[in-house]
């Protein structure tokens, strides 16, 4: 029997894994993953920018790279994130990460000593739990609202922690929610990280999959002194298989990050890296983008439309202006498990509530994606969905 | 000022960071890297086979993938260490992981809890001993000699620390020494790691990079009863800048670090895997690896000859049958960081030992990379080391 450390989750606890499982098979209609659409990947680009790296860094993109990324990347991330988000900053601010996931795993351990307050969504990405847990994290979960994180809530819970070392918020299409922090509140976000001395990890893997409505400005555009980590993907975008994210933050907290990068995997793969620079030269990636965000609309609007057609009155849901997630509130269920065993009975199947609950979770809650499904599932799946949950409402 | 977990080290403490930047002048002649020679990477088969892997699974890769890695990729390394080191596994007992550096961290993680007792060569892979101290590990150093981690050292420490969680060892042409462990004290090792329920992570980039000498088998060739995780990479075969190494283990094991892996970067980029995949298949690795050998073979010649004719008499190095790096040992030195600086002002540069100790270092010692250095430049660079250490040694 090995040993294993405390950092380690018992065996069992894998709910989403079982859950992922679960819905695999091919009968059943899942709205239970978060993966993009792949008939909008730009395939033949991706080849043909692929070939031109080899053609032009053939014998760099094999040899070991820099442990920040490729200033390359990181010189698009800066000009990227100026024009989108009016953040200045320069590429040392920039660390060129293997998929955002492991920005928040780096922050997590360049911040998180055991027992550490970290403030977290109610509910939030359920890796960002994981994540935060194998530090030793103290949890606390700050309310929610159809505007998203509440800034009154936030203040009260830093007066009952002023110490809490960080705050973890995806403000843009939240996921699981699918909900936007308005505009006021980012800058009230930004005031009380620099009230508390509390580092703001800003998640922004779905801002730029909007549909509808205005484009909210980051937390970081408001940040004065570097309270506020910003991370950024194109997992979304262009291609989540290359696994490619990047952070910025201050120089100092970027130094200190790439040391742990380079115990973690001493840089992100080269040839992924190489690529993407020649995809970005050739290539409108937001002509891209706008073309998936239309997709995704569109697609957003059929499961609302089902909603509304197939599901009890009395049930909730959001209806989100952009990325990949809405959330529905079954009221009357206690068990959001049972629900889901059933619709599975009825090859249907979402994301129970409960995994994205650091604390507490709220019963009768569940994620739906639509970016993975084809129009025509769609109403067939929620006809199903409603099916079942008329038996839970009363 | 950010307040940074335990784990972070202090500011100034990164003095490899600062020789390679010292060495990076173009004048001088460094043997302080540890690249492999790019004039010999495949690029054309390479691009080849992405051309290939787009062809034939343009939208899998580029989408998200499974956290163990592609099957096609885990069953080859079942099948290359059943051919080149008898052991015998199957695709569960392999993780695909970001290059051999997390696997190396991943496997940090999931045994060591601070103050949890490991313990590694003495010498040791640096980058080793910054892993197992971020998870705040007691490092306990064992002796060698010239052959490698002695197993009555081993014994001697095993009966002072019986609890020590992980034995770290690199038993093929050891990073920093070039030393390789004879057969019978590979028995040793699995012997004692069973007797004291010692994990043991026998790290494995050089094995195949042999120019003389016969083959020694693996550690975990001797193992019954899953007390080895072994780890292999494409890092010295193929291409460092892809991140592609495994980690095989017992199923219990690559569950686990399977969880630890979705939380660090969720997979390894698929881009990488699938064109190594189809690179595997189309090309000859074993034919390619004996050319990478023979050239290593020349280039540490060279420098063992450059040795013998500048070095001063009293100055000792080892003389590997394979790998990348040499060690040198010069008697009556105290400050090696004084050699190393005078070193520089004669354009020169070496890797000082001091950062490849857990303990106390032993002075006077060096690492030497001969892998990465063009043949007219071996000979000029040993003079101007000779020359240096003939002030020091009397």
Redesign the interface.
């Known amino acids: 029997m090995?040993?294993?450390?405390?950092?380690?989750?018992a065996d069992g606890t894998?709910a989403v894994g079982s859950i992922l499982k679960a819905a695999a098979d091919p009968k059943i209609i899942s709205f239970a993953g978060g993966?993009?659409a792949?008939?909008l990947?730009p395939?033949?680009e991706?080849?043909a920018a692929?070939?031109q790296a080899?053609?032009k860094h053939?014998?760099?993109?094999?040899?070991?790279?820099g442990a920040k990324g490729l200033p390359e990347l990181r010189q698009w991330a800066c000009q990227h994130v100026a024009e989108k988000e009016n953040i200045r900053c320069e590429a040392d601010n920039v660390l060129i990460?293997?998929?955002s996931?492991?920005a928040l795993?780096l922050v997590g351990?360049?911040?998180?000593?055991p027992g550490?307050v970290v403030l977290v969504e109610q509910p939030t990405y359920l890796?960002a739990v994981?994540?935060f847990k194998?530090?030793g994290a103290k949890l606390v979960s700050v309310a929610m609202d159809d505007d998203g994180l509440r800034t009154d809530a936030l203040e009260d819970v830093l007066k009952k922690y002023p110490e809490a070392?960080l705050l973890y918020t995806v403000p843009n299409f939240q996921n699981p929610t699918g909900r936007t922090i308005p505009e006021e509140r980012r800058q009230r976000i930004a005031e009380l990280a620099a009230q508390y001395d509390l580092?703001v990890l800003e998640d922004n893997p779905y801002g730029e999959i909007r549909f509808a409505g205005e484009h909210v400005p980051a937390i970081k555009s408001f940040d004065q002194d570097?309270h506020v980590c910003y991370m950024g993907t194109f997992?979304k975008t262009?291609?989540?298989?290359?696994?490619l994210g990047w952070v910025m933050a201050?120089k100092?907290?970027i130094d200190?990050l790439t040391?742990?990068k380079?115990?973690?995997?001493?840089?992100?793969?080269?040839?992924?890296q190489y690529?993407t620079v020649e995809y970005l030269q050739a290539n409108d990636l937001a002509a891209h983008v706008k073309e998936i965000s239309a997709l995704y609309g569109k697609r957003k609007q059929l499961m609302i439309d089902g909603i509304n057609k197939y599901f009890p009155d009395k049930v909730k849901s959001t209806d989100p202006d952009g990325g990949m997630f809405l959330w529905v509130e079954v009221p009357g269920v206690d068990d959001t498990i049972a629900v889901f065993k059933e619709c599975l009975k009825n090859n249907v199947a979402f994301v129970p509530g409960d995994p994205f609950y650091a604390g507490q979770p709220q019963p009768g809650t569940f994620r739906l994606n639509y970016s993975n499904m084809a129009e025509d599932q769609i109403e067939v799946g929620l006809k199903r969905l409603g099916t079942v949950l008329a038996k839970y409402v009363h």
């Open positions: 090995v040993k294993f450390s405390s950092r380690v989750p894998d993966l993009p792949p008939e990947f395939v033949k991706m080849e692929t070939d080899f053609e053939g014998r760099e993109l094999m040899q070991y790279g990460t293997t998929g996931e492991q795993d351990k360049a911040l998180v000593d550490d890796c994981d994540v194998s530090y070392k580092m570097g997992s262009l291609a989540p298989g290359f696994r201050t100092e907290m200190k040391v742990l380079q115990s973690a995997d001493l840089h992100t793969d080269n040839l992924a690529a």
